[in-house]
């Protein structure tokens, strides 16, 4: 794995660098925190090296683990000071590196801050600590009949502080939103420890709508220690409908159908054959495996909005070329269905040694072209690629396959994401729908933005932390790195040397 | 309107605001002129002026993909039209203070009208913005996707921010479909009660879409699946209001053109945005509510303090009407302000735009 810890030393040195004496770091940090708070041990550091995107590893100085606001303000004030970079970190399952850790700098975990401190069953919100689990939260409100919306598939895992600083979706957003939609205030401290609020329990919020800037802000702006998240009635019931397709062109065709018809699903997913054999052979949904592609669409509501929903649904389906239906006769069939789905990356990671999933955006229309263009790059990379997309908006999540151990396949199944990406700009989409841009895709900020935009965004970071000091280096490229990855780009996509390391 | 059409326009604009930074002259940002009685959307009479409306004109519609991008000079009406041919609608159904509206005071505005209860707000629909900043630069931010998350979120950062940090040259917004069916109940209540009722509904599954309380009734409407809105209309009871006489009520409300929003001389209309579930009273001359109780209307005179009781509610306020400055809404703590102030130095350092309703008064 050599040349995966050679990727982040040399995202490092592109980056700026930051003077810091480590054993008077830690002795600060010490005085300011009791001792089993901070961990400086090599072996206590190892499990903080990399989020859910292993391939980016870097050991910090030191890792807090604060357990209520004044210690986090401890925290970012010694920081501060002594200007030492801080990565905030929930728990680490984000998918690009985000809460990959500086070496110059101190990962701050708010795992610890995990109390519910107040819901309020009448209006509908649960004012939350960072690292309140997702999944707690509807757990915790459901004897009110209420659940907070956004599911992103680690929901079990990932925090509700993860999720602001992501603006994380999950496979409901078409109909419920995202972070962004769901998260009515936040509190918290900038980077040198001065206190802040942003958003409101009250319909609007005066001046400007700093809530949005900081939802999806990747921990840059400011660090979060307080989420109220708006709580949605839970629909009475939901069904589900399984579409085979004997084209994945006949699947996207009938996804524009469905929402032409003015059908707004639940949940509305697409599988392409290679996903749906992995998975079957792994979870046993019982999906159609001589399918080309295959369609999960979700109604929720009350049992006749959903009777309703479901029959509008199948005539649309039928009408566009489904080769079969089925729609789910009870709950446990309904959970059956989406096994298979949740089931996916643990099913690529079944077949593959490694897999690499990516996350663009594109227009619903472009998903047809997009899968084609995939499996032409297939045979180019010598890679295979399972292709799950959140239909519905048009978020593709292929799993790209590869084996760490075989010299140069990661890079090339790097090389193969970065051109999924740039395809999914050129088809007028985004590179990152919802796991951020971290350090995985920083390099394609470069062709999503321009350098004014992207001189914007660094005005904008300044504004909230003018030492350049929470999460330095994520998210935004310097010109110079930009400068650098348009000298290594080609037309067309491809580089002159896919088994070299690109820095 | 033709690609170097375009460009002319903004290279104009890009020039006035050059000569406004050497001459330190102000710039206003103008649209249909629909806000103009709002007290902070008044143009000092050296202003340099921008009329949006030299750039309209819908530049992407597609019913499969809920998007519509549109030019900010572009009248609400027609981007209303065109969406209602392929029955979809902005479900923030934003005010129409007169027909002249263009959709980029709409975004500037962050206002919409009363079916945000159901439907949700101008901000959860911009998806994207193409953005002349006081700098000269034109910039572009999210896109026409549901889902990006690259780069800060600077699309929603400028709704509500009252043409004070730029031209919106196009704005993207996600659309949705009319629902199938539509229903009004009305309810004999005082208003604690319809606030109360108000909130236990909204925390049960039922299609509501908005909210009115006003003297002594309230006017819940309903919309969604067609079986789902005749459910609902037994559950909750009252009395069934006529389509027309609903469809009528509900346009007044929402351009505030209802009788309720006639504010006679010497009085001050005020708005609260307070937590829907904080208690309610009568307050003033007139009072009334939006949604479940968040947005608040009082007719009061003009020695009384709508700042003082928001902010103990705790919520904020807007003079809406009457009576002149301040319109100033409320205080934000420093830390607060002083990122606001350099958000503001990113987009207009020079502050050509004015304070829009930001501004001490």
Redesign the interface.
């Known amino acids: 794995m050599e040349a995966v810890v050679d990727r982040a030393r040399a995202w490092a040195q592109t980056e700026r660098h930051f003077e810091v004496d480590a054993e008077q770091l830690r002795a600060c940090l010490l005085a300011v925190l009791p001792a089993d708070r901070v961990l400086c041990a090599p072996e206590e550091l190892a499990p903080y090296e990399c989020d859910g995107l292993s391939v980016f590893r870097a050991q910090p100085l030191a890792v807090v683990l604060p357990q209520s606001e004044d210690e986090v303000v401890a925290v970012l004030k010694v920081c501060h000071e002594m200007g030492v970079p801080v990565v905030p970190r929930g728990a680490g399952t984000g998918l690009s590196g985000g809460a990959m850790p500086h070496p110059q700098g101190v990962v701050l975990s708010l795992a610890r801050l995990n109390r519910i401190l107040a819901i309020?069953?009448?209006?509908?919100t649960a004012r939350v600590q960072p690292g309140v689990r997702n999944l707690t939260i509807s757990e915790a409100v459901a004897p009110?009949?209420?659940y907070y919306a956004p599911d992103p598939s680690s929901q079990i895992a990932c925090t509700i502080g993860g999720n602001v600083a992501?603006?994380s979706?999950g496979v409901h957003?078409?109909k419920y939103?995202?972070t962004?939609?769901n998260v009515l205030a936040v509190r918290g401290f900038?980077a040198s420890g001065?206190?802040?609020?942003?958003g409101?329990?009250?319909?609007?919020?005066?001046?400007?709508?700093?809530l949005?800037?900081t939802?999806?802000?990747e921990g840059m702006?400011a660090v979060v220690t307080e989420i109220t998240v708006r709580l949605l009635?839970?629909?009475?019931v939901a069904k589900c409908l399984l579409a085979a397709f004997d084209s994945v062109r006949a699947a996207g065709e009938a996804v524009?159908?469905v929402?032409?018809a003015?059908?707004?699903p639940a949940g509305l997913e697409m599988m392409d054959r290679g996903a749906t054999v992995a998975v079957e052979d792994f979870i046993h949904a019982g999906y159609p495996t001589d399918a080309e592609a295959l369609l999960l669409c979700e109604a929720d509501?009350?049992e006749?909005?959903v009777?309703?929903?479901i029959a509008r649904m199948k005539a649309v389906l039928e009408a566009h070329g489904a080769t079969e239906i089925r729609v789910s006769r009870d709950e446990a069939e309904r959970l059956r269905f989406w096994a298979g789905r949740k089931a996916a990356f643990p099913a690529a990671g079944r077949i593959s040694a490694d897999y690499y999933c990516m996350d663009g955006?594109?227009?619903?229309?472009a998903i047809g072209a997009m899968l084609e263009a995939i499996r032409e790059m297939e045979s180019r990379y010598g890679l295979r690629c399972l292709n799950v997309f959140?239909a519905g908006?048009?978020?593709l999540h292929p799993l790209i396959l590869f084996d760490a151990n075989v010299p140069g396949e990661w890079e090339r199944a790097e090389a193969f994401g970065a051109e999924i990406l740039e395809r999914s700009v050129a088809l007028?989409?985004?590179?990152?729908?919802?796991?951020?841009?971290g350090v995985e895709?920083i390099n394609q900020?470069c062709v999503?933005?321009?350098p004014?935009?992207r001189e914007?965004?660094f005005?904008?970071?300044?504004?909230?932390d003018?030492d350049g000091v929470l999460n330095p280096g994520k998210?935004?490229p310097t010109l110079h790195r930009c400068a650098e990855y348009g000298k290594m780009r080609v037309s067309g996509g491809a580089l002159p040397f896919p088994d070299l390391p690109r820095f | 309107m033709t690609d170097e059409t375009q460009q002319r326009i903004i290279s104009e604009w890009q020039e006035r605001l050059h000569t406004a930074r050497e001459r330190r002259q102000p710039v206003r940002i103008r649209g249909g002129g629909s806000k103009s009685h709002l007290p902070w959307c008044g143009i000092p009479d050296d202003a340099l002026v921008i009329d949006t409306r030299a750039l309209r004109g819908v530049e992407r519609y597609?019913?499969?993909?809920?998007?519509v991008t549109v030019r900010g000079g572009t009248p609400l009406a027609e981007v209303e039209a065109l969406l209602a041919e392929r029955?979809?609608w902005l479900p923030f159904a934003p005010p129409r203070f007169h027909a002249g509206t263009t959709i980029g005071g709409v975004v500037a505005s962050?206002l919409s009208g009363p079916t945000?209860l159901g439907h949700?707000?101008v901000?959860?629909a911009v998806l994207g913005v193409r953005l002349l900043?006081g700098r000269g630069?034109?910039?572009?931010?999210g896109?026409?996707?549901?889902?990006?998350?690259?780069?800060?979120?600077?699309s929603?950062?400028l709704?509500?921010?009252w043409g004070t940090l730029g031209v919106l040259l196009s704005v993207s917004l996600k659309v949705?479909?009319?629902p199938?069916a539509s229903a009004t109940r009305r309810f004999a209540m005082t208003a604690v009660e319809a606030s109360r009722q108000l909130?236990?509904w909204?925390?049960?599954?039922?299609p509501l879409s908005a909210a009115l309380w006003a003297d002594g009734t309230l006017w819940v409407q309903l919309r969604?699946?067609?079986?789902?809105v005749?459910?609902a209309g037994v559950q909750l009871g009252g009395e069934a209001v006529a389509d027309d006489e609903a469809d009528a009520l509900w346009q007044r409300v929402r351009d505030h053109h209802e009788a309720l929003w006639t504010v006679s001389d010497g009085m001050v209309l005020w708005r609260l945005?307070?937590?829907?579930?904080a208690p309610i009273t009568e307050v003033g001359a007139r009072f009334w509510f939006e949604?479940t109780g968040?947005?608040r209307w009082v007719v009061a005179p003009p020695d009384w303090d709508g700042f003082a009781y928001a902010a103990q509610l705790?919520?904020?306020a807007w003079r809406w009407q009457g009576a002149p400055a301040p319109r100033w809404?409320?205080a934000?703590?420093e830390?607060?302000?002083a990122?606001?102030a350099?958000?503001?130095?990113?987009?207009d350092p020079d502050r050509l735009f004015g304070d829009g309703p930001?501004g001490e008064g």
């Open positions: 309020d069953p009448v209006a509908r009110y009949g209420l992501e603006n979706g957003c078409l939103g995202l962004v939609h900038t001065e206190p802040v609020a942003f409101s329990v009250a319909p609007d919020a005066p001046g400007y709508d700093l949005a800037l939802i999806g802000s702006l009635p839970k629909p009475v524009a159908a929402i032409a003015g059908i707004i509501g009350t006749a909005e009777a309703e929903e955006t594109i227009p619903r229309r959140h908006d048009g978020n007028g989409g985004t590179i990152t729908g919802e796991h951020g841009v895709k900020m999503q933005f321009t004014e935009e914007a965004f005005q904008i970071k300044a504004a909230f003018p998210a935004i | 597609e019913p499969t993909e809920l998007v029955n979809q962050g945000r949700g707000t901000r959860d900043d630069r034109v910039l572009r931010f896109g026409e996707v549901m889902k990006n998350v690259a780069g800060y979120d600077v929603r950062l709704v509500g921010s949705a479909p009319v199938p909130n236990r909204a925390g049960q599954p039922l969604g699946a067609r079986a789902a005749e459910e945005a307070v937590p829907p579930t949604g968040g947005i705790g919520g904020w809404m409320n934000r703590p830390t607060v302000a990122i606001e350099r958000v503001r130095d990113v987009f930001f």
